[in-house]
């Protein structure tokens, strides 16, 4: 995988090829980016930029050249220095990286014990992780935990998964010269991270640290304060509509609106692809109706209906409504000449233009992102549907915006 391979982010690209070629890379890196972003895939495009041949030249670097890292040269200073904006992809190296199987680039990952008693590793799933990352190399950490069957179990990157991170690095580099650890997800992290402290603050001679992560407050102070941060921007919806044309085989009228309901997150942009034939303008008609008109028979109903469809398209569902939602106050604030939609869609943001102000959709907004989160946390859809059905009317009939609880 590398750098044309990646959804937009050019100017990050060319960040951190920079790093590379002007000796600038600190020896632990953090990538902060919100789901669906490309965090990951570009840590690994950027594992692969690092060892390949033609990047660091490898050939001279065994005699002579600056670390990677900025220390001292011994011979020639300008043995490692690179005008290439982007791995080779042809180097023995770029091969093996891109099939995930180069043996100094490595990866750690939140797993779960296949068995009572089990002490799980990274390495216990790495031929899940090969095939997770060609699947669905946007996927967020529920994607990954359901693909190795976890259900309701919790993931985590344990101490003994420290412990091997620890013999990894210390061993000498098989082929490149450099040791590349990408770990993803270091909010899995418990106290035991701090057996990394010392590694990640002293490590052996060119070794790099990748933490891929979404949130940073999760993360362990002591880890937080000895990485580089390098900030992931959210997919800009050109980007997102590009990727959907070459990639899915959209056409422009299908891809522009799934990406701007995505908001940056080309995941979302992916599964609202899979149901947009779902009619969410009707299912979304028929809540409101039975929440301001209907009355608690019709509610209970589609509380029902809703409740059987399954996890990923009531989120879809969710994020559709929060969608029209951005959109009504967009056309408040900047007239209906400035915004782009389907004429469907403008048509019902001006409707909920008429039931709602600012203060109560931006009420709405947050309970819909709150209610997706838990959905996606195994939250009891109809529980879950029950108490928003309720916020909602309140919300609205009663132009109440503080907060239900």
């Known amino acids: ?71 001292a040269p011994e011979v020639d200073a300008h043995a490692l220095k690179t005008t290439l904006m982007d791995a080779c992809g042809v180097c023995p190296s770029c091969q093996k990286a891109q099939q995930l199987v180069h043996p100094d680039i490595h990866f750690s990952y939140p797993v779960i014990p296949r068995k009572a008693g089990d002490k799980p590793i990274s ?92 949130n940073e407050s999760q993360i362990l102070a002591t880890i937080l304060s000895r990485t580089q941060l390098v900030k992931i921007p959210a997919l800009t919806t050109e980007a997102i509509t590009e990727a959907l044309i070459s990639k899915v085989n959209c056409s422009e009228e299908q891809a522009r609106p799934v990406a701007s309901i995505a908001a940056g997150n080309y995941r979302e942009a992916l599964h609202l692809i899979r149901h947009a034939g779902e009619d969410w303008q009707a ?32 989120k879809q569902f969710l994020l559709y409504f929060n969608h029209l939602l951005e959109q009504a106050i967009r056309l408040q604030a900047m007239g209906p000449n400035a915004v ?14 008429k039931i709602a102000g600012f203060e109560q959709q931006e009420a709405i907004i947050e309970e819909l992102d709150r209610s997706a989160y838990f959905i996606e946390r195994n939250a009891n859809a109809k529980m879950l549907f029950l108490a928003l059905t309720i916020k909602l009317y309140h919300i609205i009939a009663h132009k109440q915006v503080t907060r239900l609880m």
């Open 1 to 71: 995988m590398s750098f044309k391979d990646i959804i937009g982010q050019q100017d990050t690209k060319e960040h951190l090829a920079g790093m590379v070629q002007h000796n600038r890379l600190s020896h632990a890196l953090l990538f902060l980016g919100k789901e669906g972003n490309g965090s990951l895939p570009l840590a690994i495009s950027f594992a692969q930029y690092i060892v390949c041949e033609k990047v660091n030249g490898k050939k001279d670097a065994a005699q002579a050249g600056p670390s990677l890292f900025g220390e």
């Open 340 to 353: 782009y939609m389907p004429d469907t869609e403008r048509d019902f943001a001006a409707r909920l233009n």
């Open 283 to 314: 299912l979304l008609r028929e809540w409101l109706n039975a929440i301001l008109k209907n009355g608690p028979v019709s509610q209970v109903k589609w509380i029902e209906d809703i409740s059987k469809l399954g996890r990923e398209k009531q």
């Open 123 to 214: 390495s216990d799933y790495i031929t899940e992780w090969r095939e997770f990352l060609n699947e669905q190399p946007y996927g967020n950490s529920y994607d990954w935990l359901q693909f190795i069957g976890a259900e309701n179990k919790q993931g985590n990157i344990t101490a003994y998964e420290c412990n091997e991170i620890i013999r990894k690095l210390n061993l000498k580099s098989f082929e490149s010269g450099f040791k590349v650890l990408i770990l993803w997800m270091p909010e899995y992290l418990g106290n035991e991270g701090n057996k990394l402290l010392k590694l990640i603050e002293e490590p052996p001679p060119d070794t790099l640290f990748i933490l891929v992560a979404e």
